[in-house]
């Protein structure tokens, strides 16, 4: 199968752009956003990703209002229209690549829509690949590029509408692709694997923008080589962070994080502070995560050539949630994407926190 891809003189395999180098179907490709106003009015998670061995791209849209969050999922057939960055109202548009991209959701049954202009303010930060093996098992092969800048356009929800202005909103971009477990469907047939995947203890994924420069950095329990460092991102350059330093505060029950500090030291001993002011919380579950979906077999699954689905929670504690049907449900792990405000040097800025409390052991077989 060919398409407008294969014109351009990049392959890298003997197949056309329509295809992958495995036949893995946890093999994906695609792009994660994060975006919320200074103000804290509106903050949102979404992703569209392709999955070319199950024959499917799908993705989504989690935004919070207030103390409500929206979700909404969309799933199609990949191919034959396989460049088409879209599935049902959900869709992404690479306006100059590593420079701008617009996000847009189209007015549909959950009552949400947007259109954002992302504008990179820094340069891309590449990760190295990360191998996993499992008792010699290929369990994850995968790299990443993170970005950050200042976003633009409207975003409507329960009637009201909001601008978003470049210099008052921020944007976070991953762009992550190879295999990932937990994503192409439940591995039915196979041995579940021995390893702990993750150890108790706070864990931090995070990536800011602040008016004249962003940065990300990760701290791991388990202590991954990544853990304990990151970058500085600039309009022109990346600068090494050797040292990751954080004093945090959680609301009660200790699992959600209310504000606090964080310090990054560079390669040149240079420390920039800043401080922390939570805006709220998005549950990726509503995205899909740890099998979110309706049928609960999570991301990358077929469901159809056109599907949609979604629904509305309220999000007002840390840890429990209300669904439409006024059932509370607490989710058997803390992971959450919280937004922050932050006051650092240049300026106001914000981050996409990541933050963890990672309770018990958690296994590759989850």
Not at 27 to 45: E, I, Q
Not at 70 to 97: F, H, K, Q, T
Not at 196 to 218: I, N, Y
């Amino acid at each position: 199968m060919l398409i407008g891809l294969d014109e351009y003189p990049f392959h890298q395999i003997v197949e056309s752009f329509a295809g992958a180098a495995t036949g893995d179907p946890s093999w994906n490709d695609g792009h994660y956003f994060g975006a919320t106003d200074h103000a804290g009015n509106v903050s949102l998670t979404a992703s569209l990703r392709l999955y070319p061995n199950n024959d499917v791209i799908d993705g989504f849209v989690c935004l919070r209002q207030r103390d409500r969050q929206y979700n909404v999922r969309v799933s199609r057939r990949l191919r034959p229209e396989i460049d088409l960055l879209r599935a049902g109202p959900l869709g992404i548009e690479i306006v100059e690549p590593m420079k701008q991209m617009r996000l847009f959701l189209e007015p549909n049954d959950v009552g949400i829509a947007l259109d954002l202009l992302c504008t990179s303010t820094t340069v891309p930060a590449r990760s190295p690949v990360e191998t996993t093996r499992v008792d010699g098992r290929l369990v994850s092969e995968r790299t990443t590029y993170e970005v950050a800048g200042s976003v633009s356009g409207t975003v409507e929800v329960a009637g009201e509408r909001y601008e978003l202005a470049d210099g008052s909103a921020s944007f976070f971009r991953n762009h992550s692709w190879g295999m990932h477990p937990g994503r192409g469907g439940p591995r039915q047939f196979a041995a579940p694997g021995g390893a702990k995947r993750r150890v108790p203890g706070v864990r931090q994924w995070v990536l800011f923008h602040m008016p004249d420069h962003g940065g990300h950095f990760f701290v791991d329990p388990s202590g991954r080589r990544a853990s304990g460092r990151g970058l500085l991102m600039y309009a022109d350059g990346l600068v090494d962070v050797t040292k990751v330093d954080s004093d945090l505060t959680f609301y009660d029950g200790g699992r959600r994080m209310s504000g606090g500090t964080f310090a990054l030291t560079d390669a040149a001993g240079r420390t920039n502070e800043y401080v922390i002011e939570d805006l709220g919380w998005v549950y990726c579950q509503g995205g899909g995560y740890f099998g979110g979906w309706d049928d609960g077999l999570g991301q990358g699954v077929y469901r159809g050539n056109d599907y949609f689905e979604g629904e509305t929670w309220d999000v007002s504690h840390p840890t429990t949630i209300v669904d439409a049907e006024g059932k509370e449900i607490e989710f058997d792990h803390d992971w959450a994407e919280s937004f922050v405000r932050l006051t650092g040097p240049g300026g106001t800025g914000a981050a996409h926190y990541e933050c963890v409390v990672i309770r018990e052991e958690e296994s590759w077989s989850r």
